[in-house]
């Protein structure tokens, strides 16, 4: 075969592996529906980084091997857009609503209006440009007329796509659509920024806008961004529109995600009772939203309405109730955590903030507090965004109010009394072990519920052994006996008894449970489980080298690095060791698939009568089966209790076979 029949040849293999790809994303990304395996993708995918590595000139920018990220960039270029980016008027009332309502109507004189409901994303809004259908720039908002170029960050988010589907797209297409991070992603984040040392971000809008405006695409694609399309901006050629659930419709079979929740109706009351349903679902999605978008559906009407100045008057963002509110710091205090950090934590003046009483926010570190400019006395504004820790967004300034000193961090440990030492914008006691707090959240830690679920080990409980100088590891926990703890004021026979009975009964702990129990840096539950499931046992996990442990679906080099390290350690090895001694026997997680479990993949929703969701999970895994708390194309069941969430509307569209708590326990049985 000659040179140019090897180039023919390889050209026609790369052009179809693009086309499988790109089909592929668009299953998974967009109709979520796969229809291959993970390892089948990346299989087609690594023929083709081969096959453009051997050929060079076979690479184009549009290439799905070109969301690998490249060299950190030098600064963001200006970018103009190709129509103005306008915000939306907010209002939160339903009188509000009515009003906008009567003005569309008054605007037509009797003719029908319909509105496009959709959820109102709470992220970064993008312009993304293609030309001839290949993604061509993508840009921020800016002030509406301009913003940062940030394509090479956009080209690594797998829901963007960098050709278009179908044969004949428009020569010049702009779409806007928020860059958002879900909840999941978020937390994951966060909890790797704080073991890095690093600042956390207060909620998922700030992190996908951060995540945008790296300078460094490579870390953008790091941290799992999506992106939600919901409007044209911009179309040279093409066939046009009439309205706009078709514009939703042709965005989605470019390849374009859209929001699955986009719904029409022709009456306020209609309106407000997605808004009602939208609201109720808020904390079950797997993504923060603030309100509901509503929008006139005919966009001829749309161009006759026009707009203001700065906002649509064809579309109106109808808020939720503020998850915010303001309050005063009291005092602030310095807790210390299991890996010796030290954070400072608001105590604040109670307030009811989206129902709850919050009364500590944490202020993270002493960069924060600087930069926010926080003091006793000063009053703030607090935000409280899902399931995310209280945050103060910012100090109000009160006229005349005159201001305590500025707030410093401790020079020691405010437990052990300890030097501390700086690293970057956090403080850390560096005693260990010997510092009775770190003591203390390690054996919290190692009985928690999903570590070894030693009830009764609670916080006060932990105090009285430690201070006792009764436990001074995790494994002198295996050594205590009746006569050790009536000598502790809050123990008497009955509650001594039982906490011993706990103890003995977490002398045979499931594999993942152990290692999640052993606080592995950088290892949660989840990853505990995947440990677990890969390597069967303690002693071959023990023994395992970075090189088996990045085998394992789901750990990357830094979990692997991380894992591998804490089994080199000398005083990891003793408390193993000790534990061992002492009578843990740690059961190996070979289970033998049987029933109608085995092999599947099953999430719960709604709320179980007689049993909690955590041991529903732990019946489902003994009998072979592996549990999610999303569901996706690759669900195989999903068990329903009472006032299911969105998982239900999700399972139900994708066909998955939903059974209730009732079918649940026939397989599984009345008892753990």
Not at 7 to 14: D, E, F, V, Y
Not at 166 to 180: C, W
Not at 249 to 263: D, E, F, K, M, T
Not at 363 to 391: C, F, S, T, Y
């Amino acid at each position: 075969m000659t040179r140019q029949q090897t180039l023919t040849a390889a050209r026609r293999r790369a052009e179809r592996l693009r086309a499988a790809i790109r089909t592929h994303d668009y299953r998974y990304y967009v109709l979520d529906r796969p229809t291959i395996s993970d390892a089948e993708y990346d299989r087609l995918f690594e023929e083709l980084v081969r096959l453009e590595a051997a050929h060079p000139e076979l690479v184009t920018p549009d290439s799905p091997t070109q969301r690998i990220a490249g060299a950190p960039l030098p600064a963001f270029p200006t970018v103009e857009h190709l129509a103005p980016m306008l915000s939306l008027e907010s209002v939160t009332g339903a009188d509000a609503v009515r009003r906008f309502d009567e003005r569309i109507r008054a605007s037509v004189r009797g003719r029908t209006v319909r509105y496009v409901l959709e959820p109102k994303f709470d992220g970064l809004s993008l312009e993304v440009v293609y030309r001839n259908g290949v993604l061509l720039r993508a840009s921020t908002r800016g002030d509406g007329e301009r913003g940062e170029g940030v394509t090479e960050n956009v080209k690594t988010i797998r829901s963007v796509p960098l050709r278009l589907r179908g044969n004949s797209p428009p020569r010049m297409l702009a779409v806007r659509g928020e860059a958002i991070m879900r909840l999941d992603d978020f937390r994951a984040l966060n909890a790797r920024l704080e073991r890095q040392g690093q600042p956390l971000f207060a909620n998922p809008r700030n992190a996908a806008a951060g995540s945008i405006r790296q300078l460094d695409p490579r870390i953008t694609a790091e941290r799992r961004l999506d992106v939600s399309f919901y409007d044209i901006l911009h179309m040279e050629g093409g066939r046009r529109l009439a309205d706009d659930m078709s514009l939703l419709q042709r965005l989605s079979a470019w390849g374009l995600h859209v929001s699955p929740c986009a719904r029409i109706c022709s009456s306020v009351d209609e309106i407000l009772r997605y808004h009602l349903e939208m609201e109720r679902r808020r904390e079950s999605l797997a993504y923060e939203i603030d309100g509901i978008v509503l929008k006139v559906d005919d966009l001829a009407l749309r161009t006759r309405l026009q707009a203001t100045a700065r906002h649509p008057r064809w579309a109106l963002a109808f808020k939720f109730a503020a998850r915010e509110e303001e309050t005063t710091i009291e005092g602030i205090r310095v807790q210390v955590g299991r890996t010796g950090v030290l954070t400072p934590v608001a105590v604040l003046r109670p307030a009811q903030i989206g129902g709850v009483t919050v009364t500590r926010a944490t202020l993270h570190n002493r960069d924060e507090i600087a930069r926010k400019d926080l003091r006793i006395g000063d009053v703030v504004r607090v935000i409280r965004a899902g399931d995310v820790i209280p945050d103060i967004v910012e100090r109000t300034a009160v006229s005349g109010k005159r201001r305590h000193r500025p707030f410093v961090m401790p020079a020691q440990c405010p437990v052990c009394h300890t030097p501390v030492v700086h690293e970057g914008p956090f403080d850390r006691c560096p005693n260990g072990l010997a510092c009775p707090a770190q003591l203390k959240r390690t054996i919290q830690h190692f009985g928690s519920r999903d570590a070894l679920d030693i009830r009764g080990l609670g916080p006060e409980t932990v105090d009285a052994l430690v201070s006792g100088r009764l436990v001074r590891s995790v494994a002198d926990l295996f050594t205590l006996t009746q006569r050790d703890l009536v000598k502790v004021d809050r123990f008497a026979d009955v509650s001594a008894t039982n906490l011993l009975k706990e103890i003995d009964k977490a002398k045979h702990p499931p594999l993942w449970r152990f290692l999640n129990a052993l606080g592995i840096p950088n290892a949660g539950a989840q990853t505990a489980r995947d440990l677990a499931e890969h390597f069967g046992t303690l002693g071959r996990l023990e023994s395992a080298d970075e090189a088996a442990l990045r085998k394992v679906p789901g750990i990357g080099p830094a979990v692997a690095r991380d894992v591998a390290a804490f089994f080199r350690r000398p005083v990891n090895c003793r408390v193993i060791e000790l534990c061992r001694r002492r009578g843990v026997q740690v059961m190996g997680s070979t289970i033998t698939p049987r029933g109608p479990l085995a092999g599947k993949t099953i999430v719960f929703t709604g709320g179980l009568e007689s049993m909690t969701r955590e041991e529903a999970e732990e019946r489902a895994r003994a009998r072979g089966a592996r549990t999610a708390r999303s569901v996706s194309p690759e669900t195989d069941l999903v068990v329903a209790g009472a006032d299911p969430g969105s998982k239900y509307v999700k399972a139900r569209a994708l066909g998955i076979r939903i059974v209730d708590e009732g079918e649940f326990r026939k397989w599984v049985g009345t008892r753990g």
